[in-house]
């Protein structure tokens, strides 16, 4: 099984950095996911680490260290589009191949 | 139809009823999944597919059941429904299964269902 934790809510300001934190147990792991939803809407992919390090795409950076089970997702520039939630989720391979998520993080962006 | 497709978008239910939340996609992706989505619960795993004609259990089944005969298409059923089943559920495909690859997940839009 999984278990994955994330913050309930953050707040911060239009045009700052915000890192929202997740950490997980599993023991087939095999990838880890950030995604996007805003409200009422679908979630989309923002990225994917499955070896440790810093992977960047623009505004958004997205860590992972698998030896202590913990990830986080790096946002820049914060506009008041980012005000969303972000769900962190795991691939899990153990037999089959499963994807677990969090229960995400509502971001708010102040002006 | 491009990606994935869900139906009902909406749907009123009474409780004791039998309900089909369809999926379709037409990605050829090999892995397919349910989440329901509750407030203040994130997304949670009721069933997959890794492949046609194979299916397992996620977080949550119980109350749920699914089949996958084609790659395209992967009904989730409730037999019997009752009010806590009332939820946003939410389709998913990725495009192939095992390995190292990305196999980032595409979301159909969700299907609202209330059963009261």
């Known amino acids: 099984g999984q278990n994955i934790d994330q913050p309930t809510e953050m707040t911060a300001t239009e045009g700052a950095i915000v890192q929202i934190n997740c950490t997980y147990q599993?023991?087939?792991?095999?990838?880890l996911f950030w995604y996007q939803q805003h409200a009422g809407e679908a979630p989309t992919f923002l990225s994917y680490?499955?070896?440790?390090g810093l992977e960047e795409k623009g505004r958004f950076s997205s860590f992972l260290s698998r030896s202590k089970g913990y990830s986080y997702l790096l946002l820049k520039e914060l506009q008041m589009k980012d005000s969303a939630s972000y769900l962190c989720?795991?691939?899990?391979?153990?037999?089959?191949?499963?994807?677990?998520f969090g229960k995400g993080t509502r971001l708010h962006i102040l002006p | 139809i491009a990606g994935i497709t869900q139906a009902p978008t909406s749907q009123i239910l009474a409780a004791g009823r039998r309900m089909t939340l369809r999926c379709t996609q037409d990605?050829?992706?090999?892995?397919m999944y349910w989440y329901r989505q509750d407030l203040g619960l994130g997304l949670r795993l009721i069933h997959y597919?890794?492949?046609?004609?194979?299916?397992g259990k996620g977080e949550v089944p119980d109350g749920y059941s699914v089949s996958r005969a084609n790659t395209d298409d992967f009904p989730l059923t409730l037999a019997s429904a009752v009010p806590s089943q009332t939820s946003v559920y939410f389709c998913?495909?990725?495009?192939?299964?095992?390995?190292?690859?990305?196999?980032?997940?595409?979301f159909g839009a969700g299907s609202r269902l209330t059963v009261l």
């Open positions: 597919s890794n492949t046609a004609g194979t299916t």
């Open positions: 680490n499955v070896l440790d």
């Open positions: 990605m050829r992706h090999n892995a």
């Open positions: 989720a795991v691939r899990e391979w153990i037999g089959d191949d499963k994807i677990i």
């Open positions: 599993t023991s087939g792991f095999n990838g």
């Open positions: 998913a495909s990725s495009q192939s299964t095992g390995g190292a690859g990305a196999n980032v997940l595409t």
